[in-house]
């Protein structure tokens, strides 16, 4: 079956460091890729989706770039803030109704 | 903004107890989800369903009923709860196919 692969479970910045979160994936046909970010307290919510190779999703700063032969969607920031602690999830779509989501990121950012 | 809303927010139960969890969402979607959420496991999907009286199995439904009574409400069904069930539950709504999912705020359930 389908799978998100996030190999890093947990991840500590400090303010204006260059972020990465990897995400890799297992899927049958051409699936649509997505971000998800998770506040403490919160339900997770979108943060931008790729349907197609080399496509860039991006929002908040944030950006990722489909690469269907790597079978990757790697999450990237410039220059990451404190208020971007949070949990990260890569997920994907392959028959258009249900997500398949990866164990999830944590990230902290020190001030 | 899709509007998706869960209660009650936290409950405890016993191990054999009858539990319901409800969602509601007031954007008119097709597609409603449920979700636990358990630490080194991320999301996972339990029971979806693409309309009033339609329901799908997920990826980890054992011990879990749903049921799908109008196009805004679905209700996920606990009807002898374990231990093993003690998780943070998540409902999520979705208009189209490929679209973005908007999810609750979560309900946090306890079996003892």
């Known amino acids: 079956g389908d799978s998100v692969t996030q190999t890093e479970g947990q991840v500590a910045l400090s303010e204006e460091d260059f972020l990465t979160i990897h995400c890799n994936y297992s899927?049958?046909?051409?699936?649509?890729l997505f971000w998800y970010v998770q506040y403490p307290g919160e339900g997770p919510q979108f943060l931008f989706r790729?349907?197609?190779?080399?496509e860039k999703g991006s929002s908040r700063g944030f950006e990722a770039t489909y690469n269907k032969e790597a079978t990757s969607f790697h999450l990237q920031k410039a220059s990451v803030q404190e208020s971007d602690s949070a949990v990260y999830y890569c997920?994907?779509?392959?028959?258009?109704?249900?997500?398949?989501f990866g164990t999830g990121t944590s990230l902290l950012v020190d001030p | 903004e899709a509007a998706v809303t869960q209660s009650p927010r936290n409950k405890v139960t016993v191990t054999g107890g009858n539990v319901t969890l409800s969602c509601r969402q007031t954007?008119?979607?097709?597609?409603m989800y449920w979700y636990r959420q358990d630490t080194g496991h991320g999301l996972r999907l339990i029971h979806y369903?693409?309309?009033?009286?339609?329901?799908q199995i997920g990826d980890v439904p054992d011990g879990y009923k749903a049921t799908r009574t109008t196009q805004e409400d679905f209700f996920l069904l606990l009807e002898l709860a374990s231990p093993s069930q003690t998780s943070l539950y998540f409902c999520?709504?979705?208009?189209?196919?490929?679209?973005?999912?908007?999810f609750g705020p979560g309900t946090r359930l306890t079996v003892l």
């Open positions: 999520a709504s979705r208009g189209g196919s490929y679209a973005e999912q908007f």
């Open positions: 899927a049958s046909g051409y699936p649509a």
């Open positions: 790729a349907s197609r190779d080399k």
């Open positions: 997920a994907l779509s392959n028959m258009g109704y249900k997500l398949t």
């Open positions: 954007n008119s979607h097709n597609y």
């Open positions: 369903s693409y309309g009033a009286g339609n329901l």
